[in-house]
Nanobody, 127 residues
Framework: QVHLAESGGGLVEAGGSLRLSCTSSVRTRNSAAMAWFRQAPGNEREFVAGISRSAGVTEYKDSVKGRFTISRDNPTNTVDLQMNNVKPEDAADYYC????????????????????WGQGTRVTVSS
């Protein structure tokens, strides 16, 4: 069973930066596409950013392009989300997820494709 653990959430001022990390209990290098989703109260869970198994392909939600960067450190089975110029609308619970069925250069954006999920970390934005 895969265990994903997120960290790094907290309170950030609008315009500030925050870095989220997700560590997997199993190897994800070349075996799983990884992604960050978020869910704000009353909203559905939405795709934020993803990175392919090979780390050669990244995908972003339009509203975070140019502000957020997803990266993976394969030796440590960690996927990070660097959040810059954070906006009030970025406030949500952020979840790390793993897609072990994705092809090498594919990042899928629907949560239904993701097999394993972390417990989430909350990002609060003060304006």
């Amino acid at each position: 069973q895969v265990h994903l653990a997120e960290s790094g959430g907290g309170l950030v001022e609008a315009g500030g930066s925050l870095r989220l990390s997700c560590t997997s209990s199993v190897r994800t290098r070349n075996s799983a596409a990884m992604a960050w989703f978020r869910q704000a109260p009353g909203n559905e869970r939405e795709f934020v950013a993803g990175i392919s198994r090979s780390a050669g392909v990244t995908e972003y939600k339009d509203s975070v392009k140019g502000r957020f960067t997803i990266s993976r450190d394969n030796p440590t089975n960690t996927v990070d989300l660097q959040m810059n110029n954070v906006k009030p609308e970025d406030a949500a619970d952020y979840y790390c997820a793993a897609d072990f069925r994705a092809r090498s250069a594919i990042v899928r954006t629907s949560p239904s494709f993701y097999d394993s999920w972390g417990q989430g970390t909350r990002v609060t934005v003060s304006s």
